[in-house]
T-cell receptor, first 110, second 110 residues
């Protein structure tokens, strides 16, 4: 069965650069969630979208923005990267209650 | 590829009852996590299980790990309403990949 796809899987950026992470949900799933997991930390909820509209907002920094497109894929845009942004970024998709997580994008900011 | 299956996806319990959530995974792992998530919130770490036969308990929740069977369980004893949440298991593979189960939405009714 198709799973959630995230790209890239690994990304290395320098401070003050920008990064774009992509998430392709399971087909027919209408909801996407983004999480950030720093080293040794729990996954922190950033933002979610339902039917291309922002549905919930967590601890997403103002330097980050996200959107869900007409094909339901989502992108997380991160600007003015800081060292503290180094983390695993997970996307999850849902059609109801359950959340199917992608494999994550490991972002390293140097 | 590491895959994680969690069941059931939905669980409705009466207060005072016991139940078990199961988490199966497909390949050798380094550690297994159980998380709790309240609606619209981040995931909160409950347990980290590192070795075969590991058992951890916190309040009415007890988690165990059988690495030979590639199975972890989260047992709920004498459920109370405050335990209503979504519970995720996640498995970290030997190469530090992280995979999540789809979550179990637990509703405890009076």
């Amino acid at each position: 069965a198709a799973g959630v796809i995230q790209s890239p899987r690994h990304l290395i950026k320098e401070k003050r650069e920008t990064a774009t992470l992509k998430c392709y949900p399971i087909p027919r799933h209408d909801t996407v969630y983004w999480y950030q997991q720093g080293p040794g930390q729990d996954p922190q909820f950033l933002i979610s979208f339902y039917e291309k509209m922002q549905s919930d907002k967590g601890s997403i920094p103002d330097r980050f923005s996200a959107q869900q497109f007409s094909d339901y894929h989502s992108e997380l845009n991160m600007s003015s990267l800081e060292l503290g942004d180094s983390a695993l970024y997970f996307c999850a998709s849902s059609l109801g209650v359950e959340q199917y997580f992608g494999p994550g994008t490991r972002l390293t900011v140097t | 590829e590491l895959k994680v299956e969690q069941n059931p996806l939905f669980l409705s319990m009466q207060e005072g009852k016991n139940y078990t959530i199961y988490c199966n995974y497909s390949t050798t792992s380094d550690r297994l996590y159980w998380y709790r998530q309240d609606p619209g919130k981040s995931l909160e770490s409950l347990f980290v299980l590192l070795s075969n036969g590991a058992v951890k308990q916190e309040g009415r929740l007890m988690a165990s790990l059988d690495t030979k069977a590639r199975l972890s369980t989260l047992h709920i004893t004498a459920a109370v309403h405050d335990l209503s949440a979504t519970y995720f298991c996640a498995v970290e593979s030997l190469n530090f990949d992280m995979r999540f189960g789809a979550g179990t939405r637990l509703t405890v009714k009076p």
